[in-house]
């Protein structure tokens, strides 16, 4: 049992934490969420004893191990398997003795304890491991150094796995994975044997691999049973109701404070008027907690171009001579949104770079209307900020002919607000730096957006503006993401790029969820199932949208002759014995167009489910 008892922790004099308790039962699966710089990344710090409390205590059972992911794995000459294996130190070091030890008495216990830690297994298990995390058998056996920074991250990451602590600490680990190691990640965490904790802003995980959300806000901690969006539920619920007191006690107080002004100074009056005095000094304020409103991404909108934007025929590109992608047959219209699936290494970033003009076509043909322009926001890209510089100094160096408030007002518009506008880039945090490149890709207000991992560093309710933002921008979306929830929300096509092709997939996210779980070869069942029903053309699609869109006007156009007719039906004048006739032809109108509402509303509703079923 981790016990979190009354602590305290300040950062140069600000309280971070504040009389802070909870406690978490062996076992737990716990997600850690709280606003960016609120002190999570700290909590874990304070909980592996690097920090120094300042009150209360945090204890755990004796002899637990904590396990965390390191910063990085080292460049060296070491397999990547030898390096998780030796993460595992109680085996490494028994392993050593069982091959120098010659007493009997000795090579028995050494023995003995190898099999009640399962030594024998373990390379099997490391490999298993290293394979969810994306290392096939081979790269499993190059050395660290061959790897780049992001994929030795991962090497970290499998090693605490293996070493299977009692207590992991996991801090934001889908941030260098893609989404089919984070699908992985979530099902290996619900399965650990020992407690976890883990600060994440991913929907999906928080929800599939954890049975708890310890939330921090306002320095304290609050623990809530199930996963996330149980907790946003149940929040919402307690947010309503605080809300609630608070103005009660409000009125409670404004009440009372009136009588005191009113007959404080009145002598028959005075005692009655000191003792409501006494009332409202004893009243303890009820703070009304508001959610703070989404930092919210402000896309320019661009103008519209003749479909398509995007046109590839029989296309081929790669690097070099190598193609890695080629007999590409797909076009792009600008109100596509469009989720790139596939495992690491197919060629999703291949992909993009050709759509951004990054890369030529080696074969076939790209068609692309003239007018089109393009943003390109990548992981990468937020490395490649010049970290000396404030935003405002690259806002102005990509805008000179902008005045500084436009230049504060475009940087307002993605959530970086004065201060930051003039804080340098190394001192942003890394949810300020995603903002910044997501600025700067948007600036000329593409016809195309090409995001690669746009969540990452985004706490989730940025995540939820740039969901909302995305929903309301008029271009096309090319969208790279292991936010299974963000591709739910923004996506209605799905491609899948796969054995060097871009192909349209047919199902949906959750059967590819399901599939990567499973495994591509998933084992058929014995019984045959019945077929799946054929998913609807985007022609098809698109004359769904389109008879939707006439319902929609048609039931508009009923409802405002209705209100007329109601307007006029309103005139008193009509109703004189002298309009006697004209009343009844106009309340005959008025009949006929109740029905036609009644019978467009019925059409509208039918053309909502067929486009919902279509799409589901």
Known sequence: MLRIDD???????????????????????????????????TLFRLIRGELALETGAITLPSRARIGGVAQEVPSSQTSLIDTVLAADTERAELMAEAERTTDPARIAEVQTRLADIDAWSAEARAATILRGLGFTPEEQLQ?????????????????????????????????????EGALWLESYLAKYPHTVLVISHDRGLLNRAVNHILHLEDRKLALYQGGYDTFAQTRAARLAVAAADAKKQETRRAHLQSYVDRFRYKASKAKQAQSRLKMLEKMQPISSPQERAFRAFTFPEPEQLSPPIVQLDSAAVGYGERAVLSRLNLRIDQDDRIALLGRNGEGKSTFSKLLADKLDVMDGKKTQSGKLRVGYFAQHQVDELFIDETPLDHLRRARPEHTPAKLRAILAGFGLGADQAETVVAKLSGGQKARLSLLLATLDAPHMLILDEPTNHLDIESREALVEALTAYTGAVILVSHDMHLLSMVADRLWLVKDGRVTPYEDDLESYRQLLLTGDAAPKSKKQAAPRPKRPSRDQLLELRAELRKCEARVEKITEMREKLSRKLADPGLYDEANAGDLAVWQKKFNEVEDGLERAEALWLKAIERLEAAEA
């Open 7 to 41: 602590i305290s922790y300040s950062v140069a004099g600000r309280p971070l934490i504040e009389h802070a308790s909870a406690t978490i039962p062996e076992g737990h699966k716990v997600g850690i969420v709280g606003r960016n710089g609120t002190g999570k990344t």
């Open 143 to 179: 050395p660290c150094a061959d790897f780049s920074g992001g994929w030795r991250m991962r090497v970290a990451l499998a090693a605490v796995l293996f070493s299977a602590p009692d207590l992991l600490l996991l801090d934001e680990p889908t941030n260098y994975l893609d989404l």
